[in-house]
């Protein structure tokens, strides 16, 4: 075999594989367009369909339910919310036991709670200063009426006195 003949075939079967290659990258940028446009179609589908049912929103707006505005209207597919301070103050308090137990609550079991970083900003603007804070009873008036949640503390701090 010549030089030149083996050329050619080495030639040859390059070229059927860049060939073949090519072909196979064809074939595979259809797929993805074909799947990009059955996304969107998904996309469209679950965009018309009603998050929650009409009698769904019945049973949340009534006044027995345990859930606040803001966490209602979260169900409801809005995408951002201005939580009160009640909402905050009892996301702190489930979330002060466990943060995992918080982020499982709000991310498996689907409850509308504020994020882990609206609770630090809350808790990093919150000062307690010596004194009558107005913001806890802020809170205090802001909290359920039943006997259970009307339970407060008080705490004290010692301090030394420098006799000079």
């Not at 079967?13 to 860049?18: A, E």
């Not at 339910?65 to 905050?88: C, H, M, P, Y």
């Amino acid at each position: 075999m010549t030089f030149k003949v083996a050329t050619q075939l080495l030639f040859t079967g390059y070229y059927k594989s860049i060939k073949e290659y090519k072909l196979a990258n064809i074939r595979q940028k259809r797929k993805i367009k074909e799947l990009k446009i059955q996304v969107n179609m998904l996309k469209d589908e679950l965009k018309k369909r009603p998050k929650l049912g009409v009698g769904t929103k019945k049973i949340l707006s009534t006044e027995k339910t345990s859930l606040s505005k803001a966490q209602i209207a979260k169900l409801e597919g809005k995408k951002r919310v201005s939580w009160t301070n009640k909402d905050i103050v009892r996301a702190l308090s489930m979330r002060s036991f466990s943060l995992k137990a918080y982020e499982t609550a709000r991310k498996k079991l689907g409850l509308p709670l504020p994020c882990p970083r609206t609770l630090r900003v809350y808790a990093k603007n919150f000062t307690c200063a010596p004194g009558i804070s107005k913001k806890i009873l802020q809170i205090l008036g802001e909290r359920d009426t039943d006997s259970f949640s009307k339970v407060c503390g008080i705490s004290f701090d010692e301090m030394s006195i420098d006799s000079r």
